[in-house]
């Protein structure tokens, strides 16, 4: 029997990006931490990701970082997992946080690679085998973000990755043409998980591995995720296919003059504005220096976080008329 706290078999159903949310003078608001926390746990999400890009590990002190992984996972309360994301400019201080997010109770790492310069791909295995040795009962979702660490994963970085019993899992992104190859490369071994909007086109591709996806969305309000992943389980594909479409939809805006390559520049504040619109969580503003943003994108990133709210009002008067 695995050792792991967080197992292959544990990334099912929604995994929650969750952003830090700040108060005027940038620090965090651990109140609507809390409040947050509780309200993915129970709007239905399956897990939480702490610290990514737009949870501004880039931007938060060592404090802070701390405080705020302690307060989500202190109150989820082992309900549902937690995965700490550590990621550092360096292995010795990822090991640190990662082992103080072991301490406080979260159960997995999201884990990107240090990114100062670009690592080769020997560094970045070595990484990823560094840290798993430091941290042998903490399963490991690799963040899988090209833009974000530098460099890119291949395949046959993938089939090595998946020879690390650490590794189980890897918030992978949208779906682009490596995927296929990726997924053939990690033969079962690794949860290739994809943002919501195209959950079900991979789900279609392997039901019986792609039963996960990430969600930034899910901060926004769960609602329209959760349903996706009720329509899957359920085989009710006809209905996951209007639910993806409906997702589809909010995202028309999101992206700033639909430029994937202007996105990677606005990343983070774009992200903020949307969920702070859609009003779930109370996300604040965007950290220094990811804080300034045309208003031309702003405005598209709140159009966004609008369509998002709207489309989980609809699916819950659905809900309470079909009671």
Known sequence: MSSLRLRLEDLKGVFAIMPTPALADYSVDLEESRRGAEALVQGGVDGIMLTGTFGEA?????????AFTETVVKTVDGRIPVVAGPTTLNTRDTIARAKFAREVGAVGLLLGRPFW?????????????????????????????????KSKITPAMWAELAEIPQVIGAKYGSYNEQYPSCFEAVNGKIRLMLMEKDWLKVYKL???HNIACWSGGASCHPEPVVALREAIASGDL????????????????????????LFRLYTIQVEKLR???????????SRPPYHEIPEEFAEGARESGRRWQQLAERLMEQHVRSQ
């Open 58 to 66: 880039s931007t938060l002190t060592e404090d802070e970082w701390r």
């Open 117 to 149: 310069c670009e690592l080769p791909s020997d560094a970045v295995l070595g990484f990823y085998r560094d840290v798993a040795e430091a941290l042998p009962d903490m399963g490991i979702v690799v963040y899988n973000n090209p833009s974000a660490f």
């Open 206 to 208: 392997s039901p019986e």
């Open 238 to 261: 006809e209905q996951a296919g209007n639910l993806s479409n409906d997702i589809y939809k909010t995202y028309e805006t999101f992206f700033p003059r639909g430029d994937r390559d």
């Open 275 to 285: 969920i702070q619109e859609a009003g779930y969580i109370k996300a604040g503003p």
